[in-house]
């Protein structure tokens, strides 16, 4: 976790807020248990791989995976809400629409994800210190609901 990760959790912490980490998207009840919550968010995952898992891009498995872990740990009417890149390779990548088919979720709201709007967003890479947000220009939010 970097220092702005740290300071973020210190921020919540303060404000009351548990805070885990080390947590694998695909298996959140190593880390949870049972509980169900409102919402779900997993901004930005990622592999940084593109070496085939399953036949499928490694992204792609990982988002059905998570998909399909999350809908245990949603109170009813709860959402999943998943940030990527909006670009035809990482639509590729992630296979969107299939991840959702394959986990039962209803066909996502999708909309624009503009960091500009968040002043405070940051976005730390998976391969370096670099922020990925500077890499691209366009991004969408998925918001599916059970």
Not at 29 to 51: H, L, Y
Not at 128 to 136: K, L, P, R, V
């Amino acid at each position: 976790m970097g220092d702005t990760a740290y300071d973020d959790a210190a921020k919540l912490l303060k404000l009351g807020a548990q805070v885990k980490t080390g947590i694998d998207a695909t298996c959140l009840s190593k880390k949870i248990g049972q509980r169900r919550f409102r919402t779900i968010i997993f901004q930005f995952p990622n592999v940084a791989s593109r070496e085939a898992l399953c036949g499928q891009n490694p992204n792609h498995v990982l988002v059905t995976h998570f998909l399909k872990n999350s809908r245990a740990h949603l109170k009813s009417g709860g959402l999943v809400v998943i940030s990527t890149v909006d670009s035809p390779f990482y639509e590729g990548a992630f296979k969107t629409d299939d991840a959702v088919r394959k986990t039962g979720f209803e066909t996502p709201d999708i909309y624009t994800f503009n960091p500009k709007d968040y002043p405070a967003y940051s976005h730390q890479n998976t391969a370096d210190e670099e922020s990925a947000i500077n890499e691209h220009t366009a991004f969408a939010t998925f918001v599916l609901s059970a």
